[in-house]
Structure formats: C-alpha cells, structure tokens
C-alpha cells in the first residue's frame, strides 16, 4: 500500500517535471529540472529495489550529466531562441499520441512486476543466483554479472566512455586550436 | 576572491567524497557500487573542486596529460586481464585461472576489471569536464 501511495507521487512528479521542461524556455532552469528529473527516476528504481542502477542514474543522470550540460551552457546562450516561422503540431502530436497508444497496448502483455515466472526470469536469472556464490563467492550476484558473467559487455561498455572521451577531445578539444590559428594567420594576409 | 562559506564547505566535503568513492569502488562486491559509480564519485569531487576554486587550481592538481594517459590505462587494465588469461591457459577474461582457487581467481579478476572500469571512466568524466570547462573560458 505504502509502495502505491510513493510510486504514484514519484511518477506524478516525474510527468510534472517533464511536462515543466516542455513548456520551459529558460535553459538554465532545465538543466536543473533535468537533474530533479533524474533524481525523481533514481528513486523509482530505488523503490523497485534495484539499487545498483539507481545508484548509477542518481551518480551519472543527477550528478555529472547536469554539471556536463552546465559546461555546455557556458558555450551557448541561457535563453531557448524562437524560431522564425513556427511549425503545425497535428502531425508529431498525432505521431506521438499514436506510438504511445502502441506501447501502453503493449504494456498490457508485460507480466506483472516481480513474477518469479516471467521469461525474463526463466532464461539464465536462475542459473546466476545459483551459481554466484559458489563459483565467485561474490554476494552482490549484480557485480558477479557485470564484471564476470557478462565481462565481454562491460569491456564493451568500458570502451564506449573511452570512444566518447576521445571524440569529445577531437571535436572541441586541444585539436581544434591549430586550426584556429591557421584562420587567423589568414586573416592576417588578407 | 570566491565566496568563503563555499571554499570551507567545499574543502570539509572533498575528502568524504573521495573516501566514499573509493569504497563504493572495492566494496562493489557485496552492497550496490562499482567501478561505473566510483568513477563517477571520484570526479566529482575533482569538478567540485574545480567549480570552487577554478579550473587552472583544478589542473595544477591533475593535469589533462595525466588524465589521457589514466584514460587509456583503465582500458588497457580491462583488456590486459583478458590478455593475462589468455597467457595463463584460458579464454579471454576467464579469471578462474588467474589464481589456485576458482573463487580467489574469480574474486582477483573482478577486482582488477572494476579497477580498470573506475579508471577509465573517472578520467573520461573529468577530461571532458575540463575540455568543456576551457572552451567556455577561451
């Protein structure tokens, strides 16, 4: 009863938020209301139990993604730019109404949540709260997966973060400043 | 000359901060954490330190060289314990054959591939911070 009563407060608050976002100009404002957003999302999952991700999207989605977007903003201007002209809303609202009307439908055949008999539990989920212990001895069966079970993805994972740091050095980082001296030398011919 | 009540707060909250990273980072075992989190933690103390007391006080204390370099050895950690398996007789990032027992084994491999994973990702989240944080001031 009292897991209800939260969950309908986070997610009520979550479509305020996000609704707040939509409508905001200010992209200040946003970004910290992208940080509440994400905090309001940690706390679901924390209510789910799953405190591993929660851990990670409150570390991650509240913390450096808003201190990132912070950065960013310092590079741009603070207030969202009306557009010139204007666009029609029929066609996206419809697309949107449609596609969330397909997912809520979809919704409808998701076993319920925390079925011991779901598929998703039924596939290899047994196989690893078996097994951790005795072939890891490692309590935590979250970590067992990650950093042995499933070591390949996280190698992977690893080397995504590492591919984004290098392209963010490339693209505005120490590379992009022999180039700027170059089109000054040239401004300085002609 | 930044605002007091900040820099004496700031300076009491970094060392918790750096502390709390790095159980999260070899606690991960066995409650929530890991080397994603602990990552995460470690640089936001340094972009906590850096928002206070400015960039160039920030890169005094670790410099963007150094964290290049970090950035590639916790890739190369990673990578270099599948390596490591490979040479000792097994497959790629089978860690039971890193010691005499399959849980001692099991139990160093995680703990090397976690470290590799906070490396990494601590050095990527300060670096871009820092790339940002220069453009922005140029």
């Known amino acids: 009863m009292i897991d209800i009563i939260i969950n309908l407060a986070l997610l009520s608050f979550l479509a305020i938020s996000a609704i707040a976002i939509v409508r905001m100009k200010n992209l200040f404002a946003i970004i910290m209301l992208f940080g509440i957003f994400s905090f309001l999302s940690a706390s679901v999952f924390m209510v789910m139990d799953a405190v591993d991700v929660a851990f990670t999207e409150a570390a991650v989605g509240a913390g450096i993604s808003t201190v990132l977007m912070i950065a960013t903003l310092a590079l741009t201007k603070v207030q969202d730019e009306k557009r010139p002209g204007g666009h029609k809303p029929w066609l996206p609202l419809t697309v949107v109404i449609v596609t969330a009307a397909a997912l809520v439908y979809g919704t409808l055949d998701i076993p319920a949540f925390g079925d011991a008999n779901a598929p998703s539990q039924k596939h290899v989920a047994p196989q690893y709260l078996q097994r951790s212990i005795p072939e890891t001895g490692i309590p935590n069966v979250v970590t067992s997966v990650l950093a042995s079970y499933r070591g390949f993805d996280t190698l992977g994972e690893v080397f995504v973060v590492f591919t984004a740091g290098i392209a963010v050095l490339i693209l505005i980082g120490g590379v992009a400043q022999p180039s700027k001296r170059k089109t000054s030398r040239k401004k300085k011919n002609a | ?138």
């Open chain 2, 1 to 138: 000359m930044p605002n007091l009540i900040l820099r004496v707060v700031s300076k009491i909250l970094i060392p918790p901060i750096i502390i709390f990273a790095l159980y999260v980072q070899f606690h991960g075992d066995f409650g929530p954490g890991g080397g994603f989190q602990a990552g995460v933690i470690f640089s936001a103390a340094f972009i906590l330190y850096a928002l206070v007391f400015g960039l160039d006080a920030a890169e005094n204390v670790i410099s963007t060289s150094v964290l290049r370099f970090l950035a590639s050895l916790g890739v190369l950690i990673y990578a270099g314990v599948g390596i490591a398996t490979v040479f000792l007789g097994g497959n790629y990032l089978e860690y039971t054959v890193l010691a005499s027992t399959q849980v001692a084994g099991q139990h160093l491999g995680i703990l090397l591939v976690e470290l590799g994973v906070g490396i990494t990702v601590f050095s990527v989240m300060l670096l871009i911070f820092f790339t940002f944080a220069a453009k922005g001031r140029a």
